[in-house]
């Protein structure tokens, strides 16, 4: 047996021994050390004791810091990104302003009108435009609104409009205190409806403007109509509140039936203005005729003269009463499907049997009848909210404004703001040449096609801003 393999000598065990007690010191001063830094614990085996991350360079305590000069100059870890949103891009543009006096104070129900542009500075289509009225505060708050060119026109109690051309980006832009001089006095004018016995239900529009400057251009509802959402029966008077003093036009249009507007001049103040209407009236009989006899439907069209409204009565089987004669001088025109239209005056009935009758041949041909009006009294003067809407039948006619059919000059419009056109084929393209005008709202045209020949084609225009 060697001496590596035999049994170990006294000496040999005092040195194993000695190694041993080296290592238990080793083992005991590191575990002296563990518990007087702080230095992270191996994690736990056991599934009872959740996992501890590591404690970071940037988790090192303040004091300790303070005490170790090297922790100053360590590198920071990074911060984590914020988990706040970033504030969100606007994509509409807003516009905020309020109307007040010229002293500061509230000038409540401020009405305004702001109108988008294209890239030409004409208008838009008329659903695009913004109409109403101020707050109890003033404050006249669009949101929403595309960015872009803007006209903003406001007026406070019948005072001179103030116009404001804006380019509006996205996001507010605020006006501030838009300041108007008030009227220190206002006067009422009232008005009534007076109807005969006979009369049943009279009701239509009425409008008053002054005659000193363009500062008043107002609209409402008069007489006995039932709206049908809660069957409020309007009354048969109306006052209109606050107005300055000075010379007005005031008119009364029905709209039961056909009628001719009625007119006076007053001066405000003044007594309450009475309208006397009346159910009297001719019954209108109209006969269409096909150039061999045979019966042809067709549409009556009224226009009333000096405004831009109109009547329409169907002639489905060729003979149809059409309503009453309105009296006074009126036009009309005859549309049907595959013929040329007809014009004529009231002229042309004939007392017949009780009645007024007009017997009408049509030509074949493919034609329409164009109406338009100007809409710029509505721009120039913001009304009140829904009156827009309430004026823009009765705007002034729009003459000379040139007709195109596939891009070919084939009309104008004369005074009364109406012109026939002869398109050619169903398929024809109308369109609108005038160079200062621009359609801003139109009916029976779409595409530059008319969708029915039987009805007329209304074009409500405004200049180029």
Known sequence: ?????????????????????????????????TRSTGA?????????DPAVAPA?????????????????AATPAPSAPSSDPAPPVERFARLHARSVDTAGAVAAHATYLALPLDETGAPRIRRAWRAGVTDDQGRLRLDELEPGRWILTMS??????????????????????????????????????????????????????????EDVDRWNWIGRVQWVANRLALPLTFTFHG??????????????????????EVEVPCEEVVFETSNAGTPLRVVTRALDGSPLAAEFVLLAPGRTEHFNRSVELGDALVGTDPGGTFRWVLLAEGCLPRQGTQADFRASGGELRLEAVLEPGVGVLVIACNFDPAISVPTCGGEIDMARDHMPPLAGLELAVDGRLAARTDAAGVALVVLGSPEARLEVLGPTHVVVEQQNLAAERVERLRYPVVLRCASRR
Do not use: I, N
Request: with cysteine; aromatic share 8%.
């Open 243 to 264: 107005l300055p003093a000075g010379r007005y036009e005031l008119s009364f249009l029905r709209c039961d039936r056909w009628s001719h507007e009625q007119r006076v």
């Open 40 to 48: 992270p614990r191996l994690p736990a085996l056991s599934g009872a």
């Open 156 to 213: 406070a109690t019948y005072r001179p409009p103030q116009r404001f051309d804006l380019q509006l980006p996205p996001g507010l832009t605020g006006l501030g205190d838009v300041r108007f001089a008030l009227a220190r006095f206002g006067h009422d004018l009232e008005v009534r409806l007076a109807p005969d016995e006979e009369d049943g239900d009279p009701h239509g529009f009425l409008h008053v403007r002054s005659l000193f400057g």
């Open 1 to 33: 047996m060697s001496a590596m393999s035999g049994p170990r000598s006294p000496a040999r065990r005092a040195a194993l021994a000695g190694a041993g007690l080296g290592v238990l010191l080793l083992v005991l001063l590191g575990w002296l050390l």
């Open 56 to 72: 970071s360079v940037a988790s090192v305590p303040v004091e300790r810091a303070a005490r170790d000069p090297l922790a100053g």
